[in-house]
Nanobody, 125 residues
Framework: QVQLVESRGGSVQAGGSLRLSCAAS?????????MGWFRQAPGKEREFVTA????????YYADSVKGRFTISRDTAKNTVYLQMDSLEPEDTAVYYC?????????????????WGQGTQVTVSS
């Protein structure tokens, strides 16, 4: 089993910053698992935000967040981080941490095996 626990999100004004973390645990979790962040706004499908490989040397971002969000990971702590800067109201959503049982990055929800419970991020204008 693998458990992913996200930190609490929050509310911020446009232009502000938030940092999310996701701690992975469980006897079957492996540090080489690729990790990702997705988000889902009300009435919309879950969408890809960013992903990172096991070493942190390979990352990928959705165009909508490129240059504003940064993903990183601490392999020793089995934790992945999402630094969100220059937040916009369109970033308002529930953010989910995800892990897949391979080292390869993936961009679609169906390619991920484990999910966190989600955390709300609200950006006001």
């Amino acid at each position: 089993q693998v458990q992913l626990v996200e930190s609490r999100g929050g509310s911020v004004q446009a232009g502000g910053s938030l940092r999310l973390s996701c701690a992975a645990s469980g006897r079957t979790f492996r540090s080489y698992y690729a990790m990702g962040w997705f988000r889902q706004a009300p009435g919309k499908e879950r969408e890809f935000v960013t992903a990172i490989n096991w070493s942190g040397g390979s990352t990928y971002y959705a165009d909508s967040v490129k240059g504003r969000f940064t993903i990183s990971r601490d392999t020793a702590k089995n934790t992945v981080y999402l630094q969100m800067d220059s937040l916009e109201p369109e970033d308002t959503a529930v953010y989910y941490c995800a892990a897949r049982g391979t080292a390869l990055l993936a961009l679609t929800p169906k390619d991920y095996d484990y999910w966190g419970q989600g955390t709300q991020v609200t950006v006001s204008s």
